[in-house]
């Protein structure tokens, strides 16, 4: 009986196709849940940006009158944006190393 029992055990521990079934599938959940995150960070970071975008192009308005009718209106936003992510990541790479 202790013989049968042990042969079992080894042919499902040596049963190849079987354990590499099972891996794969756990392999499948554990990316499906890594990308779900990814994309829920990246949701969070998207909308972030296009905030931030309205409040620039809010403020530009309200300082400057008419200035949305200029050709350069949209690289002025865009200048605007990059300047304030560049002060924010000297600032959190400044806050890093002390």
Same mark, same amino acid.
């Given at each position: 009986m202790f013989n049968l029992k042990f042969l079992k055990s080894i042919? &499902? %521990?040596l049963d190849?196709?079987?354990n590499l079934a099972?891996?794969?599938?756990?392999?499948?959940l554990?990316?499906?849940d890594f990308i779900k995150s990814l994309s829920s960070n990246e949701?969070?970071?998207?909308a972030d940006?296009?905030?931030? &975008? %309205?409040?620039?192009?809010q403020q530009l308005k309200e300082e400057f009158p008419n200035i949305e009718k200029?050709?350069?209106?949209?690289?002025?936003?865009d200048a605007v944006i990059h300047n304030y992510k560049s002060k924010q990541l000297q600032a959190t790479d400044d806050a890093e190393i002390k």
């Amino acid at each position: 009986m202790f013989n049968l029992k042990f042969l079992k055990s080894i042919k &499902e %521990a040596l049963d190849t196709k079987a354990n590499l079934a099972a891996f794969t599938n756990s392999q499948a959940l554990e990316r499906d849940d890594f990308i779900k995150s990814l994309s829920s960070n990246e949701l969070h970071i998207k909308a972030d940006e296009e905030r931030l &975008e %309205a409040m620039v192009r809010q403020q530009l308005k309200e300082e400057f009158p008419n200035i949305e009718k200029s050709s350069s209106y949209d690289l002025l936003v865009d200048a605007v944006i990059h300047n304030y992510k560049s002060k924010q990541l000297q600032a959190t790479d400044d806050a890093e190393i002390k």
